[in-house]
């Protein structure tokens, strides 16, 4: 079992920036991704960015060139460094782990952008 919980969600206005964590505990394999995904009411829950243990990354075309995920191994922690925040950012980000057929989500965090 792993258990996500994350921190740093909150209101910021249009332009401004913000930055999610994520720590795992519990039996976490060496070898996993992790990301972050955000859900707005009623939409499907979508990828938002992606690293792997060996620090590949994949973004959401939407957020490329403003968002930045990173990792600390040591930790197990995940980072999601949010600039030039948008109105359109606003949904509740979850955190995500993912290795082999196993996937665990987080508690989610609100993320609320104000024009």
């Known amino acids: 079992q792993v258990q996500l919980v994350e921190s740093g969600g909150g209101l910021v206005q249009a332009g401004g920036s913000l930055r999610l964590s994520c720590a795992a505990s519990?039996?976490?394999?060496?070898?996993?991704?992790m990301g972050w995904y955000r859900q707005a009411p009623g939409k499907q829950r979508d990828l938002v960015a992606a690293v792997t243990n060996g620090n590949s990354t994949n973004y959401a075309d939407s957020v490329k060139g403003r968002f930045t995920i990173s990792r600390d191994n040591a930790k197990n922690t995940v980072y999601l460094q949010m600039n030039n925040l948008k109105p359109g950012d606003t949904p509740v980000y979850y955190c995500?782990?993912?290795?082999?057929?196993?996937?665990?989500w987080g508690q989610g965090t609100q993320v609320t952008v104000s024009s």
């Open positions: 995500n782990i993912r290795y082999g057929w196993e996937t665990y």
């Open positions: 519990g039996t976490v394999p060496s070898i996993n991704t």
